[in-house]
């Protein structure tokens, strides 16, 4: 579904990633690890096109993308759940949901009721404001408006962070569950190592804006990750 290679970013006159290769197959979750400031967010950032890379080849379902600004990647069926959640704070969760809109046909524009069997809580609030919800009701509500667009790939950033215990277990079986559905790459950036190890099929861990390991579950054992990931 997706593949990477040679990406390179730059802020500025600082270079943050080095020469990145990754794929990410439907189907399966794809997790990038490492320990803070190696660069985890700008790769999320130059895959979704909300800050456009220097340099390298990304080809989406078989296209090869250029450097494309974020909405068009949206509409070609890149979701992203960023780090913060960015959430509307002054609209209600049910025009937060809507704003997804943008990228499907009119005929499509409705909530699925898979949304709310996933996330009950965001039908039972659906006149509340965003900025009025928990932060683990917030990141519910930012992956529903995500997984409203259709996409094909799903770019899940740090999800469970300050997020309580109870709220990161569903989103666990939410990960699992799009996983299941077989028609969807899932990239996820995570620090919490217990919850990406019993998630991911696949691992890249970055060091210094490079990745400096990648495999399958069955080619990486737990404890050479962890040591890998380990300050």
Known sequence: MLKIHDLTLHYGGSQILYGVDLEAAAGEVTCVMGTNGVGKTSLL??????????????????????????????HKGVGYVPQGRMIFPLLTVQ???????????????VIPDEIFELFPILKEFLGRRGGDLSGGQQQQLAIARAMITK????????????????????????????RGQGNMAIVLVEQYFEFAYGLADRFVVMKRGEVSMAGTRAELSKETLKGAVSV
């Open 95 to 109: 025009e937060n949901m809507e704003t997804a809109y943008a990228c499907l046909p009119k005929s499509e524009h």
């Open 151 to 178: 996409p094909k790939l799903l770019l899940l950033d740090e999800p469970t962070e300050g997020i309580q215990p109870n709220i990161i277990q569903q989103i666990g079986r939410v990960i699992e569950y799009l």
């Open 45 to 74: 950032k130059a895959i979704s096109g909300t800050h456009p890379r220097s340099g390298g080849t990304v080809e989406l379902d078989g296209e090869a993308i250029g450097r494309v600004p974020a909405h068009v990647l949206a």
